[in-house]
């Protein structure tokens, strides 16, 4: 074959070759994360563990309610239990599987580097920025899906335990707490899952990534509590905690209602008694918080996207700058 046909060839090789396109880019990221095992592990984790969840809650209150305050002993028709409580139960494990999605948005990145195939990858995309959007791309959809799926569950699973004793309406300001509870709870589990992408390039490692998410959610909110009750001086101490994503995502999911039932990524506890007791309680046990940032549930929810923003942003500046080796 002579110069010119050869010229000729590779011109129209050139023409037919597929072009790289931030479609064929999510389709790549979707066939590699689909093929780790660690994303069906991690996302079947966190479909079980949110109606697992709501179920204990559900039922600890399905038996509290059984039972007559004055002689403590069961009664033949149980009393009935709020329609918000249903709903706040039902995310009542967000606030956990925080920690589930945040891992899985790490490992999305982390697990490139470690496997060292992250120079395939490059090759294969030498856009970085695109790599990684694409890569978000799809973490946040599997997130949202994964979440979407495990919350139905848990309002189903709350349904049919508190609806035997009756349940009372909603109020005209509980009016958002369904879709807050449902859709928002979704909502904030994908955006953990993006944060934990932003951890995740940042680190470039599975142990440093995961570390840093676990300081974030749970050792950081838990030193400040501890931090602020150690006198007025350190009461400020207590906006820094709110401001920090996992009780800013828990203060979003209540919708600015007032629920007896809390949970944390330490903890999980369920508050019964009447509103002015539980008031006065809270009330002795804190210290003075007068003049605090208390921000409103969307306020939290600009709060957690601000967190999410800026973890994404400084990941992906360190993967498009940063050595891959």
Known sequence: MSRGAHAAHADRSARTAPSLTFLNAVRAELCKALSLKSTYVLLIINALLLPAGSALLAWAMSFVMSIDPQTGEFLDTPQPVAESF?????AGFVPTCLLVTGIFGVMAVSVEYSSSTIQSSLVANPRRVMFLNAKTLVT????FVSSLIGLLLAWAAAYALLSPGGLTPLTDNERALPWVSILGGALLLTAMAVLGVGLGGLCRSTMGGVFALVGLLIIAPSALSMASLAGDRFAWLQSVARCLPDQAASNVLTAGVD????????????????ADAIAETT??????????????????????????????????IVVRRSDVK
Not at 86 to 90: D, F, L
Not at 140 to 143: F, K, Q, V
Not at 288 to 304: A, D, Y
């Open 86 to 90: 249903m709903w706040s139960s039902a």
């Open 140 to 143: 946040a959809a599997l997130a």
């Open 259 to 274: 629920v007896v039932v809390s949970s944390s990524s330490t903890n999980v506890s369920i508050d019964v008694g009447s």
């Open 283 to 316: 009330v002795a046990a804190t210290p003075e918080t007068s003049g605090l940032f208390e921000p409103t549930w969307w306020q939290s929810g600009l709060i957690l996207l601000a967190w999410v923003v800026v973890a994404y942003a400084i990941g992906a």
